[in-house]
């Protein structure tokens, strides 16, 4: 597909349990963002990569957050020990080059329920 | 601390006529605007946008009005169609970065036929 591709759509854990987000980006797109979107609520940054270097990650709300894009193209956010305040959706962006808020393409999430 | 607000969880507006949606901010650093446009089941996409030098922009059937001293803006959209249904998110930020948007809640929008 052409769109910027999340998996898995649904994960549900259990509280405690590791889980890992994929983002594949639109092919060729330089920069890549994650957010957390919890309910009712509109989407916080995460992270931000540039190719595969981390260039903030100022939004992770805690060390239990890890990103890595590892060759620059997709990237997986872990989350370790899962609480259920970890229950959202979490979007990945990424754009062509200029990060730009217009030049944005989102994916459709990866829903996370933490029992 | 919501440095974005979007007041009104929802709205109902018949086909044809004007919605307006509305979004304040508190943090006067902010320096670029915003809407994007979520369908259930698919991400947020950009709608529209202003920088803090104009007060208005428009795009077709869309307007955005901007004002800096009671740090409020509006989405108008003229007329409304059914295909507007949707949740709108207001953003705010600096530079325009991606980095460094700030979303608001989101206002759901029914537009009934």
């Known amino acids: 597909g052409a769109g910027v591709s999340q998996s898995p759509r649904y994960k549900v854990a259990k509280r405690g349990q590791d889980v890992a987000l994929r983002c594949d980006p639109i092919s060729g797109h330089v920069s890549l963002f994650w957010y957390q979107q919890a309910l009712g609520q509109g989407p916080e940054f995460l992270t931000y990569?540039?190719?595969?270097?981390?260039?903030?990650k100022s939004g992770l709300p805690s060390d239990r957050f890890f990103a890595e894009r590892p060759e620059g193209s997709v990237s997986t956010l872990k989350i370790q020990r899962t609480q259920q305040e970890d229950s959202a959706v979490y979007l990945c962006a990424s754009s062509l080059e200029d990060p730009r808020g217009e030049k944005l393409f989102f994916g459709s999430g990866t829903q996370l329920s933490v029992l | 601390d919501q440095q974005v607000k979007q007041n009104s969880p929802s709205l109902s507006v018949q086909e044809g006529r004007i919605s307006i949606l509305n979004c304040d901010y508190t943090n006067s650093m902010f320096d670029y605007f915003l809407w994007y446009k979520k369908y259930p089941a698919e991400g947020p996409t950009f709608l529209i946008s202003?920088?803090?030098?104009?007060d208005k922009n428009e795009d077709g059937r869309f307007t955005v009005f901007l004002n800096k001293s009671a740090k409020h803006l509006s989405l108008h959209i003229v007329p409304s169609q059914p295909g507007d249904s949707a949740v709108y998110f207001c953003a705010a930020s600096v530079d325009n970065a991606g980095n460094m948007l700030t979303f608001g809640g989101g206002t759901r929008l029914m537009v009934k036929p």
């Open positions: 990569f540039q190719n595969e270097a981390q260039l903030d």
């Open positions: 202003i920088s803090s030098i104009k």
